[in-house]
């Protein structure tokens, strides 16, 4: 069975198939080839309320990575950005907004994990 994985603030990217990349903390047990289930949201459901998928990715690369890279390397960054469903950020942007929703600091390693979207 494949694990559910919450595209609660990207829901629009992820059903649009604009996005190819995500971040995360931790999933540092993701390896290439692992298949998921994308998810509108996937923990914190109220009493009756249920999973909605949005689709199945296979992923394709998984590493550490310390936001602070998307700064450094601003065409990196911008081009990350864009992979992320963001085409109008830069990378500094997108960092800036992870933070904000998820904490942490630009330090801080998280796991870039890239996908392709499975066709049903």
Not at 28 to 47: A, R, S, T, Y
Request: hydrophobic share 40%.
């Amino acid at each position: 069975m494949a694990r559910n994985i919450s595209f609660a603030m990207t829901t629009g990217q992820f059903r649009q198939q604009t996005k190819f990349v995500t971040r995360r903390n931790g999933w540092k047990f993701l390896k290439c080839g692992d298949v998921l289930n994308g998810c509108v949201k996937c923990m914190g459901l109220k009493p009756g309320e249920k999973i909605e998928r949005l689709g199945r990715i296979v992923v394709v690369d998984v590493r550490p990575e310390p936001l602070q890279c998307l700064i450094d390397w601003p065409i990196y960054g911008r081009t990350e950005a864009i992979l992320e469903g963001f085409p109008e950020m830069y990378g500094h942007e997108f960092a800036a907004m992870f933070i904000k929703h998820m904490g942490g600091d630009l330090d801080t390693e998280r796991t870039r994990i890239q996908f392709e979207y499975l066709e049903e």
